[in-house]
């Protein structure tokens, strides 16, 4: 660890002190060097002051009266987050010579300004709810990140501080119970106290959440029965050594600009994705496709990728995948082959061996299973469960090293498709050489066999980010969620950014079936149901409308349509501007006031 230079410490808390007039009465934890202050001014409640480190005490002059350190992690009740309340929730505490100790809360006008006294020097410049009308806080939260000054995005505290922020923010703004709950409720009931702060059921909306990405699974296994077997299964990963990344890093580790990295990342993938969707894929034309970003244990992102090809304009496979090193008159692509596509085994490819060594009564080797849960693979992803593997003469769970043969092929079960290899290809990771040329980072693209590989295919590309090995046993689903989460800086910098982290050519719609009284429902605003609970207190007419209402407000020339019909055919819009551009000259007008339009795709 570094000496600390305590005169350059001295003069910044100075001229800090002489620019910013909160830091006169606020100190927050994370930008507090501890023991810079003098013993005299430290509150004598030693149960929520830090220890000091008297080697680092400065003689300052205690021109304004210093404020005390306070900001506990669990001494004070209510000082920890979150909480249940979305704005009176503390964030920390104040405290001045003058005894009172104000409450630093989550609505409070300069929350940033106080917190991140470093990037605010003054006491200015931070969004606040004031502003919301001339800038929206996520328009803001993108004009720090790509500003020229860099402090913002190089402070990965301020980063996921008010990522956390936005996210609490849609969290109590989704105000859902279950109808037994709110069952017969009426407005008056619902006006004061009787109207939680947030919701008790987790949104499927909320990026990064379980519920989030049961919802996508589902999706995905209703898109793969209509469509069936998708035809290619692609990987894309990054590459942190690329020269262009390089550049831009400047020396500069990865995980220091994250920023950087993932827009050079999203960049990329924008200009490679004629060669994976659209009329003149690398394989064919694609007429559907999905896709995932997942944030590799290390935080990197990457890309999975599925689509279907029409069987009329479908190049042959052995065409478009490749296991071979290329030859010495192509020394690009040969160059690149060798250096990214060269399967590597490490601590996670004997996972096979150790659970087969488990299984025989032996002991698993439990430095290999940290291994596991600790690194990213070797960028090849095992497409079938363990126990069904085909193929591979060695232990690696991805089937390296593989066997030469003469041409592509199925295997002798007919589940696997391999591909055509040399006794010097045995640890050749497939690829496509127009990808590999223009990706310039490991990738990895599989011929998808059977329905039965897509079900696995459903399950391992829609699975949530990893979470906490542990228990959290208070409270609901929304506690658990903001208690409990596993978040990397890049993977905030992707939604604070808002890159899509799931897209695909085909939308489904959920239609419950639940019982009336087990479903789940989005109550109105509590602003909306305090005005009906004056004009109106009786009424029970406390939730938002769903599909189920649409429907039965449908104009009479759908009136035989049925709902699993009408949701499939047709969408619904609340205004002009949120109509397709295909359909602003034919649509219609339902008996609730909204626009009805013919889809020109359909839904699952």
């Not at 910044?12 to 927050?28: C, G, H, K, V």
């Not at 996520?138 to 301020?158: A, E, F, G």
């Not at 010097?424 to 980072?441: C, E, F, I, Q």
């Amino acid at each position: 660890m570094e000496a600390v230079d305590n005169v350059r410490v001295r003069d910044a808390l100075r001229t800090l002190r002489d620019t910013n007039p909160l830091y006169s009465i606020f100190l927050p934890r994370v930008e507090t060097v501890l023991g810079h202050f003098p013993l005299s001014n430290q509150s004598t409640d030693q149960s929520c002051v830090p220890l000091m480190d008297t080697s680092l005490l400065l003689e300052m002059p205690n021109t304004r009266g210093e404020p005390s350190w306070l900001l506990p992690d669990t001494e004070i009740e209510g000082a920890s987050l979150p909480r249940n309340e979305a704005k009176h929730h503390v964030l920390g505490l104040q405290s001045t010579d003058s005894g009172e100790t104000p409450k630093l809360k989550q609505d409070d006008p300069q929350l940033e300004e106080k917190l991140f006294p470093a990037l605010f020097p003054t006491g200015q410049g931070g969004w606040n709810s004031e502003t919301k009308d001339a800038l929206s806080f996520s328009s803001y939260l993108k004009m720090r990140l790509r500003s020229v000054d860099p402090r913002w995005r190089q402070d990965p505290k301020w980063i996921l501080f008010n990522f956390d922020r936005a996210i609490k923010s849609r969290v109590f703004a989704y105000n859902s119970v279950h109808v037994s709950a709110a069952g017969g409720t009426k407005a008056a009931n619902l006006k004061g106290d009787g109207y939680n702060e947030r919701s008790r059921v987790m949104p499927n909306n909320i990026q990064g959440s379980k519920k989030t990405w049961e919802r996508h699974h589902q999706d995905l296994l209703a898109i793969l029965r209509e469509l069936g077997r998708p035809r290619y299964f692609v990987t894309l990963t990054l590459n942190e050594g690329d020269p262009a990344i390089q550049a831009v890093l400047r020396g500069r580790p990865a995980r220091d600009c994250p920023v950087e990295v993932t827009q050079l990342f999203f960049e990329r993938f924008d200009a490679v994705k004629p060669l994976l969707f659209g009329d003149n894929a690398i394989y064919g034309k694609v007429v559907d496709y999905w896709y995932r970003v997942e944030f590799q244990n290390r935080g990197a992102p990457h890309l999975h990728i599925i689509v279907w090809v029409s069987p009329e304009h479908e190049l042959p496979v052995d065409q478009v995948v490749y296991a071979i090193i290329p030859p010495e008159n192509d020394p690009e692509l040969r160059d690149l082959v060798q250096h990214l596509q060269i399967h590597k085994c490490t601590a996670r490819c004997a996972r096979k061996v150790a659970k087969k060594a488990a299984a025989a009564g032996g002991e698993a080797d439990d430095l290999a299973f940290m291994d596991l849960l600790e690194t990213d693979g070797p960028g090849v992803l095992a497409l079938e469960e363990e126990e069904d593997r085909v193929g591979g003469a060695g232990d690696c769970k991805y089937g390296f090293p593989f066997a030469p043969q003469m041409a592509s092929g199925f295997d002798e079960l007919g589940s696997r498709f391999l591909f055509a290899r040399g006794r010097h290809d045995a640890w050749v990771v497939s690829y496509s050489p127009v990808l590999t040329l223009a990706w310039r980072a490991h990738h990895n693209v599989a011929f998808v066999t059977d329905a039965a590989l897509s079900k696995y295919l459903a399950k391992y590309i829609s699975k949530m980010e990893p979470a906490i090995a542990a228990k959290y046993a208070m409270g609901d689903d929304v506690d658990r969620y903001l208690n409990m989460r596993v978040l990397s800086v890049p993977e905030a910098v992707t939604y604070t950014l808002q890159y899509h982290v799931v897209q695909s050519t085909r939308e489904v719609v959920f239609i419950n079936t639940n019982m009336a009284a087990t479903r789940v429902r989005k109550l109105k605003k509590k602003a909306v149901l305090q005005e009906m609970a004056l004009v109106e207190p009786d009424s029970t007419d406390v939730f938002c409308p769903t599909i189920r209402e649409f429907y039965c407000e449908r104009p009479h020339d759908v009136e035989d349509v049925t709902l699993y019909n009408y949701v499939r055919d047709y969408g619904v819009v609340s205004r002009l501007e949120y109509l397709p551009a295909y359909a602003r000259e034919d649509h219609d007008m339902d008996f609730g006031g909204r626009i009805l339009y013919l889809r020109n795709k359909k839904v699952w």
